[in-house]
């Protein structure tokens, strides 16, 4: 991998270019960390209170009638975003979609239980539980093969 740097004082701004032939484990990592320095905290409403919250404290977070719910071990917190928003903002080696109505951070997950429709019951370090949508099993499993492979 080659790596440049242009530091120039005329630029009004900071740009990333990658160039790559395909969009393997390395690049996403790149993208992943620049994407993640970009959501260093996001704020979450207990009540009257707002709290800073960071991306790896929160365990996963779900709908509730119309809104968007962190949860954390502190507690839950009403969220401004949307789910679609966090799933853009959120680095997707760490946070990935169960369902329409959850996206999990991957290292508050335990264990998963196979269900008999074809769905998974994913259990959280917590001990709360909640369950992947078909539609979602097989990107979690690509999602867990890939960060397995980088700890070998």
């Not at 993208?31 to 929160?58: N, R, S, W």
């Not at 962190?70 to 979609?97: D, H, N, W």
């Not at 994913?122 to 690509?142: L, M, Q």
Request: hydrophobic share 35%; with cysteine; aromatic share 10%.
């Amino acid at each position: 991998m080659k790596v440049s740097l242009n530091i120039d004082r005329d630029y009004e701004e900071t740009k990333v270019t990658i160039e790559c032939p395909t969009l393997d484990d390395s690049v996403q990592e790149i993208l992943d960390f620049i994407k993640g320095q970009d959501t260093e905290f996001l704020v979450g409403k207990d009540g009257d209170m707002q709290h800073i919250l960071k991306p790896t404290e929160i365990h996963f977070f779900h709908t509730e009638k119309d809104s968007v719910i962190a949860v954390t071990s502190a507690g839950s917190f009403k969220l401004k975003e949307k789910l679609y928003e966090l799933e853009k903002i959120l680095p997707a080696s760490k946070f990935i979609r169960l369902s329409k109505s959850v996206i999990a951070n991957l290292h508050e997950l335990s264990r998963f239980e196979a269900s008999f429709n074809g769905t998974l019951c994913v259990y959280f370090k917590s001990g709360t539980k909640e369950y992947v949508s078909r539609t979602y099993v097989n990107a979690i499993k690509e999602s867990l093969k890939m960060n397995r492979r980088k700890g070998e």
